[in-house]
């Protein structure tokens, strides 16, 4: 870095913190937010400004402490001039009137004594007596409740602006006195090019991509961003490598890291290994290298799903697009299998230990055939003959599961008996149970239409009631008839469906308690409608092969088939 000579070096935290809220960067719903109020005339007396460290909390409150008392407006403004007399105090820290605590090392009754007291005294030289207080959820609970009473009665020339990086640590009381700001991490993009904007006006040459690893490393905290941009900047004289940046951040390059996502997915332990040692000897951090990989699982399968190309290098983007064909179920479980390692790596005694565990099982079961493939593979075979030899759909273009016809269209669920009622003693109950109508007008010929319109309104305990304990009698000409099973609140019960369905009708329905003759209530029609559904799918063929292939398997649900639910859509691979 070439440093202007002779002057004493700031570090870019500093030197860079902004001094206005125009300065201010991936906080865009705060300034609007402030702007409106500003405009408005409808300041709060106290603020509360929440987010993680580093995310320039301290830096708002300044700058809003400028903009309350900026000389060069005639009230509150969101541009403080900067050139005031009180701008310029502010900035040095060194304002009569704007008094700033850190509630970390303050945090017992006595210090905010300091504050209750001076809050009766008119400002000395600025239009507001203005307290800033850092890491507010420190505050001892006394000191809270001394704080209170100020908050409750604030004169009007005294504000508070709290920050915090615990706002679950501050009590509600405290809380419902202030406007509260979070704020956001910013985004990796949004950093990125500000870290370039630095960089030039610095003179920093830095390689492609680095920045963008210091953006992802600084987790949206711009202070650690610029940080380790100075860090980097140090370490390397002339231009920023990728790989000094890595090597600082203790990360692997992501060449690498796709190479090793690759082997795994074709199923190459040994390569995958090999490779990892590799980024081991480089320095990188076991769980840091398990997150990348999951980065870039992310990645492809955004590209797999058919979303715009990322905005990789050429060779990197290449990559991504290879593994993005391994297809999406293949990516999602490869991602599931990352995510579990990533905790059990944060567990582990010996993290790089557990780190290639997770890759012999990612490499492991990556290549197996996913469920939309072991039914291909069995729909295709004749039924009886050894199913479950599909082909490992490895990192080919033409993946298994992207050609052919879809499926999954005749399997399941067509060849499935409908749910007709099974028969039942009495027809007239069943059939009144079981008739659905469309909802849209409520004309109540069953019992499923009542408890439909009552779900759409919202009655879900009404609608429960009913499902478990009606047995219907009978239904016609605005007269219910039911027994009642089971222990409910009887009287009241019936009064409310009475009334709902009335409302609902518009004409007056009458429901009344049988002593007996029920048909089954709409809870064990359900029931039984789904062991028959379970049974039949059972014996599909299909369905019947793959429960004696896999031990554990088991029918949990049987869904209609639809075009919005297609088995095999998550399968589907599109090239880019
Ligand atoms: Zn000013």
């Keep these: 870095m070439k440093n202007i000579a002779n002057q004493p070096y700031r570090v870019l935290a500093r030197k860079y913190r902004p001094a206005t809220f125009e300065q201010m960067i991936g906080q865009d719903a705060l300034v609007q937010t402030l702007t409106n109020a500003i405009a408005l005339g409808r300041l709060a007396h106290a603020f509360i400004l929440t987010g993680v460290r580093g995310i320039g909390k301290t830096s708002t409150a300044r700058i809003l402490a400028k903009g309350l008392n900026c000389e060069g407006a005639g009230g509150p403004t969101m541009s403080p001039c900067g050139t005031c007399n009180s701008c310029k105090d502010i900035n040095e820290g060194r304002h009569i009137d704007v008094l700033e605590m850190d509630a970390?090392?303050?945090?017992?009754?006595?210090?905010?004594?300091?504050i209750i007291d001076g809050v009766a005294y008119r400002p000395v030289s600025a239009r507001f007596k203005i307290y800033i207080v850092d890491e507010v959820h420190m505050l001892s609970r006394?000191?809270?409740?001394?704080l209170l009473k100020t908050l409750e009665e604030p004169p009007d020339n005294v504000k508070f602006i709290f920050a915090t990086t615990e706002i679950r640590k501050v009590p509600v009381t405290i809380l419902s006195r202030c406007q509260r700001f979070d704020l956001r991490r910013v985004p990796v993009d949004v950093m990125t090019h500000h870290l370039k904007a630095i960089a030039d006006s610095e003179q920093i040459k830095a390689a492609a991509n680095t920045?963008?690893?210091?953006?992802?490393?600084?987790?949206?905290?711009?202070?650690?961003?610029l940080s380790l941009l100075d860090q980097a900047a140090a370490m390397n004289a002339d231009e920023i490598s990728e790989q000094a940046v890595l090597d600082m951040l203790g990360q692997a390059n992501t060449d690498l890291i796709l190479k090793i996502l690759e082997a795994c997915l074709n199923g190459q332990t040994a390569a995958a290994l090999d490779l990892f040692a590799t980024a081991d000897a480089c320095g990188a951090e076991p769980d840091v290298f398990i997150a990348d990989m999951l980065d870039n699982i992310h990645l492809a399968s955004l590209i797999a799903g058919g979303a715009g190309s990322s905005d990789q290098p050429e060779a990197q983007s290449q990559m991504l697009k290879a593994i993005a064909t391994a297809g999406i179920a293949r990516l999602g479980r490869a991602w599931q299998l990352l995510l579990n390692g990533h905790r059990e790596i944060k567990d582990a005694p010996d993290p790089k230990t557990a780190a290639?565990?997770?890759?012999?099982?990612l490499a492991h079961i990556a290549p197996m055939p996913t469920p939309a493939e072991i039914i291909k593979s069995l729909t295709e075979a004749p039924v009886g003959a050894p199913a479950g030899q599909t082909p490992p759909a490895a990192l080919s273009s033409e993946a298994p599961c992207t050609e052919a016809e879809p499926v999954s269209t005749q399997i399941v669920p067509t060849q499935i008996p409908q749910t007709e009622t099974s028969p039942v003693e009495t027809d007239i109950p069943s059939q009144l149970a079981n008739e659905k109508t469309s909802s849209a007008e409520p004309v109540f010929s069953s019992l499923q239409d009542i408890a439909i319109s009552l779900d759409e309104a919202g009655e879900k305990i009404l609608a429960a009631r009913l499902r478990q304990h009606l047995r219907p009698v009978s239904l016609a000409d605005g007269k219910l008839e039911v027994q009642i099973d089971g222990d409910v609140k009887q009287e009241n019960f019936l009064a409310d469906?009475?009334?709902f369905m009335s409302q609902k009708s518009g004409q007056p329905w009458l429901v009344s308690q049988a002593a007996q003759g029920g048909g089954q209530t709409l809870a064990e029609l359900d029931s039984q409608a789904d062991e028959q559904k379970k049974q039949a799918a059972a014996e599909h063929p299909v369905v019947a092969a793959i429960l004696?292939?896999?031990d554990s398997a088991e029918i949990t649900a049987v869904r209609p088939h639809n075009a919005k639910d297609k088995i095999h859509s998550d399968d589907e691979v599109k090239n880019a």
Excluded: Y
């Design 211 to 225: 920045l963008v690893h210091i953006a992802k490393a600084s987790e949206g905290s711009v202070r650690d961003a």
């Design 142 to 146: 006394s000191a809270f409740n001394a």
């Design 548 to 550: 004696d292939k896999f």
């Design 497 to 499: 469906l009475a009334r």
């Design 104 to 114: 970390a090392s303050n945090t017992g009754v006595d210090d905010v004594r300091d």
């Design 356 to 361: 290639q565990m997770v890759l012999i099982r």
